[in-house]
Nanobody, 126 residues
Framework: QVQLLESGGGLVQAGGSLRLSCAAS????????MGWFRQAPGKEREFVAA????????YYADSVKGRFTISRDNAKNTVYLRMNSLKPEDTAVYYC???????????????????WGQGTQVTVSS
């Protein structure tokens, strides 16, 4: 069982920055690919970023590439999402997710992740 707890969301002006954190329980966290997804009101959940177990490989949605950075600290069982140059269209609930299959492949779709946090709200004002 994996429990995930996001934090760091809030209200920020366009052009500003936030860093989201996702603290995970479980001794095998370091073996899991991790992802960040987001869901805006009236829209489907969408992929934002993902990272492999070691942190060497990262993947991004085109809409956030160059602005967001995913990273992880396995010693702290935590994955981060640094968000710069935020835009109003980045407003959403952000979720972190874990793939406990210990796959070497990093997924970029929701069904590939089996544990989810409760989400943290990010609101970007124009």
């Amino acid at each position: 069982q994996v429990q995930l707890l996001e934090s760091g969301g809030g209200l920020v002006q366009a052009g500003g920055s936030l860093r989201l954190s996702c603290a995970a329980s479980g001794r095998t966290f370091s073996r899991y690919p991790m992802g960040w997804f987001r869901q805006a009101p009236g829209k489907e959940r969408e992929f934002v970023a993902a990272i492999n177990w070691s942190g060497i490989s990262t993947y991004y949605a085109d809409s956030v590439k160059g602005r967001f950075t995913i990273s992880r600290d396995n010693a702290k069982n935590t994955v981060y999402l640094r968000m710069n140059s935020l835009k109003p269209e980045d407003t959403a609930v952000y979720y972190c997710a874990a793939d406990s299959s210990r796959s070497l492949r990093v997924g970029m779709s929701s069904p590939e992740y089996d544990f989810w946090g409760q989400g943290t709200q990010v609101t970007v004002s124009s």
